[in-house]
């Protein structure tokens, strides 16, 4: 096997890219079927890892802070919410296969909300 070549730090990732990264980070998972998820953030790109579990890798440095934001309140908040969220499987760290951090969190399934279903802030 040869060793992982590097990427540059603004390459859009696919999927064999997060099977690399989980068999390099996270061997547990590293046989689990990855594929793009149709459901896309504005600072994350999410890829399905079987069924039941999503990687989540920061668009760019500037949103690292966001996915350690979430590493430290989802699991204080979701106690006290009344939607599921995420539970964090993993993170993995920067290598030379992605230049940032990045988590595995459990897939929440059902609708992403739209703007017009929302009753307003509560």
Avoid: C, I, K
Wanted: no cysteine; charged share 20%.
């Amino acid at each position: 096997m040869s060793a992982p070549t590097a990427r540059p730090a603004d390459a859009v990732p696919d999927p064999n890219l997060v099977s690399a990264l989980l068999r390099e980070q996270v061997p547990e998972l590293a046989d689990l079927p990855v594929r793009a998820s149709e459901t896309q953030g504005s600072s994350n790109w999410v890829f399905r890892v079987g069924d039941a579990l999503a990687v989540r890798l920061p668009r760019s440095d500037r949103y690292v802070w966001d996915l350690e934001n979430e590493l430290h309140w989802l699991p204080r908040l979701a106690p006290h919410l009344p939607v599921a969220v995420p539970e964090v499987v993993a993170v993995g760290g920067p290598s030379v296969l992605f230049a940032r951090p990045w988590t595995v969190v459990t897939w929440v399934p059902g609708e992403l909300p739209l703007p017009t279903s929302l009753d307003g802030p509560r």
